[in-house]
């Protein structure tokens, strides 16, 4: 195939998204300019350059639009995400300059880019989280952050099931598939969220903030383990699989296998590059480059035994030693890198995925509005409740 100025074109297969696409190939990642008649929008770097800097401006203005509203920081990158996705941009030029934004090899590149934004800022957030606190508060967030993750799942659930049947959606069609697979989704929470909201509170680093960060992080491990136990009925129902119980524990044995090689056998290699660190000073460069190495190694193991890399990065970031020079320093380091050019990239490539305008008000979509409802106020009534109801069943035992 080729254009009628004789560049040549080369179907690729895309994913469910679209069935084909056509676009140029043997082009260079960079544009010669409009003064050589190069199109940069047929170019990935250009695109990319522009995308990154629309984000970034976009953000700044929705936070300042949002501050005097006292909303978090993620709601102005939610709407920058939804501002520079279709719903807006696809209203433009009968929809051609979206579709040069977002073709097949820029939307790789943008997965990408994604997919490195989620990693290094699961590390940052691990960094930050000061596992101590958890032994030093006894059972205390073990009980809340389960029974936070508990409630929801249930209270979820017991929504899908009345709303299937008052909506007549039978229990193995495609929709009440969704409805199910949403239901964790919506009802688990994130200790990312979490540790982001405490920041903008300047409660990240207050006893307070880090007990609710311990709560928030028991809360979800027990949501990442149901979502494990439930992913095997889903795998196990798959036509042809025939996977059974001890084929997929061992397949998730290996998380267990990669956790104990970074508590065990990295771990003390990262306090031993602490030990060489004067007090009071900073982490050297050869540290940092150190660590750097270990971050992209460890994701790099967790993607060749089959998980997310962003899994290993995010253990490997709870495992950093607490206190200054190590978290401190590499924080300090990575924060300005991800907050303004990897998280742009993720916010842009998870918003391009969001059309308000194809929501179709039916009863599917009604169904999956009040199991995130539910989902919200089981969230709300048990971590306003749990711990009152804790504190009481501990001053009565002590009594």
């Known amino acids: 195939m080729s254009t009628n100025d004789g560049k040549p074109v080369v179907p690729f297969n895309l994913t469910q998204f679209a069935p084909q696409t056509c676009e140029y190939f043997g082009l260079s990642v960079s544009s010669k300019g409009l003064f050589h008649n190069d199109d940069p929008f047929h170019h990935p770097l250009p695109i990319l350059l522009l995308e990154l800097g629309s984000a970034i401006l976009m953000m700044a203005i929705l936070r300042r639009i949002l501050k005097p509203l006292h909303q978090p920081r993620f709601v102005a990158e939610m709407l920058t995400g939804i501002l520079l996705g279709p719903s807006i941009l696809q209203h433009f030029n009968g929809g051609h300059f979206y579709k040069k934004l977002f073709t097949f090899r820029q939307s790789q590149l943008m997965h990408f880019m994604e997919y490195l934004s989620y990693g290094i800022y699961g590390y940052i957030v691990g960094v930050r ?16 952050g389960f029974t936070v993750a508990a ?14 049947k008052f909506y007549s959606i039978e229990s193995h069609s495609v929709k009440s598939q969704h409805l199910t697979g949403i239901c964790p989704l919506v009802s ?12 903008d509170l300047n409660l990240l680093n207050s006893e307070m903030g880090r007990l609710a960060l ?21 795998y196990a129902e798959w036509p042809g699989l025939n996977l059974s119980v001890m084929e997929y524990a061992g397949r998730q ?11 065990f056998a990295v771990r003390p290699v990262m306090f031993w590059m602490m030990s060489k660190v004067p ?32 899994f290993g990065m995010m253990i490997l970031g709870l495992a950093v030693p607490p206190g200054p020079p190590m978290r401190s320093g590499m924080v300090q380091k990575l924060s300005l890198f991800t907050s303004m050019v990897l998280l742009p990239a993720y916010i842009v490539n998870a918003g ?10 039916d009863n599917y979509t009604i169904a999956a509005v009040m199991i995130t409802i539910s989902a919200y106020l089981g969230k709300l009534v048990d971590s306003s409740s749990a711990p009152k109801a804790f504190l009481i069943f501990s001053f009565s035992n002590l009594l």
């Open 129 to 144: 989280t000061d596992m101590s606190i958890m032994k030093a508060s006894g059972k205390v967030p073990w009980m809340i």
């Open 151 to 164: 409630l929801p799942t249930a209270l979820t659930y017991s929504v899908n099931i009345l709303l299937e």
């Open 188 to 199: 688990s929470s994130s200790f990312h969220v979490t540790s982001i909201l405490l920041d």
């Open 214 to 234: 311990s709560f928030s992080l028991v809360s979800s491990l027990c949501s990442f383990i149901f979502r494990i136990i439930s992913n095997y009925k889903y």
């Open 253 to 263: 044995s290996g998380r267990i296998i990669l956790t104990l090689f970074i508590v």
């Open 279 to 310: 007090e009071g000073k900073n982490i050297k460069e050869s540290h940092f480059f150190t660590m750097v190495v270990m971050l992209f190694g460890i994701g790099f193991v967790s993607e060749c035994m089959g998980y997310v890399g962003f």
């Open 352 to 361: 391009h995925f969001v059309n308000v305008f194809d929501i179709n008000v």
